[in-house]
C-alpha cells in the first residue's frame, strides 16, 4: 500500500499551441481533424484549472511537466479531475522541487477528502496526483497547487465530487479517515519494530488517539451493526493501546498483532452497508491485511 500520495506531474511555464489543417480528405480524416479541432478549444493552462474541472493530461498522467491540458465536461471519459487546490504560504524564496513535492503530499489528501470524503467510493485505480510550481513558474509568481484524483492507465466518467452525506456518514467517515491517517503517516520506515522500537510505538500512539476520536464519534450512531464495530474497535484500541505502552519488542508484538487484526477493513463492510456507503475494501488496502 503506498504510504502517501505520489508525486506525479509539475506545473509548466508556457502554453501550448496547436495548429490543425484541413485540407481535402476523406471523412475519416476530417472527423479526425474535427476530434482534434475540439480537443484544442478545449485546452487550458495548468495555471488556470479550478476545482471540480474534469481532463486529460497531454503528456500522461505520469510525466514530470505539464503545461496544458484538455478540461472536458466530466460526463465524458476523462483521466483526472481537480480536488482541491491552494496556496503555498510562508516561503519567500522557491524552496525546491522535493520540499513543494513534500508540501503537497502533506495537504492534498485533506483537499481530496473535502471533495470526496469517501475513498472506498473511487473507481478502481484512481489515485492522488497534483501540480505544483516549477522554479521557472515561482519567479513568475505561481504559488498554487493543483490537488486532483487521476488515473493513469484507463479513464472514468462522471464527477467524484461526493453527493451530500446524513450526519451518521459524515461522522463514520471523519473518524475512519483519521485512523487510517495516523496509521499511515505515521509508518515507521523500518520493516521490523527491532530497527525502530520507537518509532513504531510513536505509530501505536497515534492510531490509538485516532481510535478515541473514531469511537467517540461512533457512539452517536445508533444502528445495531455500528454498534457492533464500535465494540471491535473498542477492544482494537485497547491492543494498540498496549502497543504504545510495550516495555519490549515482545510485548508489542503480541499487542500488535492483535491491534493491526482489529483495524482489517473487512470488519467494517457491515456498518459501511447499514450506513449506506461503499462497501468493496479497494484493493491496496485488502492486499496489505490479506498479507
Known amino acids: 500500500m503506498s504510504l502517501g500520495v505520489t508525486s506525479r506531474s509539475a506545473r509548466g511555464i ?5 495548429l490543425i489543417s484541413v485540407g481535402a480528405v476523406g471523412c475519416s480524416a ?25 481532463y486529460n493530461p497531454n503528456n500522461g498522467a505520469s510525466k514530470s511537466e505539464e503545461f496544458s491540458v484538455e478540461v472536458v465536461p466530466c460526463k465524458e471519459p476523462h483521466k483526472g479531475q481537480v480536488v482541491g487546490d491552494f496556496k503555498i ?23 481530496a477528502q473535502k ?25 513568475t509568481g505561481d504559488r498554487a497547487v493543483s490537488c486532483t484524483y487521476s488515473k493513469e492507465a484507463g479513464t472514468f466518467s462522471g464527477s467524484l465530487k461526493s453527493k451530500p452525506l446524513t450526519a451518521d456518514q459524515l461522522a463514520y467517515l471523519k473518524g475512519s479517515n483519521a485512523v487510517n491517517e495516523a496509521l499511515w503517516t505515521n509508518q515507521p520506515e523500518a520493516d521490523h519494530v527491532e530497527d525502530d522500537f520507537a518509532g513504531y510505538k510513536k505509530q501505536a500512539k497515534a492510531v490509538t488517539a485516532a481510535l478515541g476520536t473514531h469511537l467517540t464519534a461512533l457512539k452517536g450512531i ?25 516495555g519490549d519488542t515482545d510485548a508489542f508484538y503480541l499487542a500488535y498483532d492483535r491491534a493491526f487484526a482489529g483495524i482489517d477493513p473487512s470488519k467494517t463492510v ?22
Do not use: H, N
Request: aromatic share 8%; proline share 6%.
Open 89 to 111: 504560504d510562508g516561503q519567500s524564496t522557491y524552496p525546491g522541487e522535493d520540499k513543494t513535492a513534500q508540501i503537497a503530499d502533506e495537504r492534498c489528501p485533506a483537499e
Open 14 to 18: 508556457s502554453a501550448v499551441m496547436a
Open 30 to 54: 476530417l472527423d479526425s481533424a474535427k476530434t482534434g479541432a475540439k480537443k484544442v478549444v478545449r485546452q487550458r493552462s495548468v495555471f488556470s484549472l479550478a476545482t471540480g474541472d474534469c
Open 222 to 246: 445508533q444502528q445495531p451493526e455500528t454498534a457492533k464495530l464500535r465494540a471491535q474497535l473498542k477492544e482494537a484500541a485497547d491492543a494498540w493501546e498496549k502497543a504504545a505502552s510495550a
Open 270 to 291: 457491515a456498518a459501511r452497508k447499514e450506513l449506506k456507503l461503499a462497501t468493496t475494501v479497494p484493493a491496496d488496502e485488502a492486499e496489505v491485511w490479506a498479507g
Open 115 to 139: 471533495f470526496t470524503p469517501d475513498a472506498w467510493a473511487l473507481p478502481k485505480g484512481v489515485d492522488i496526483y497534483y501540480y505544483y510550481p516549477t522554479k521557472e513558474s515561482w519567479a
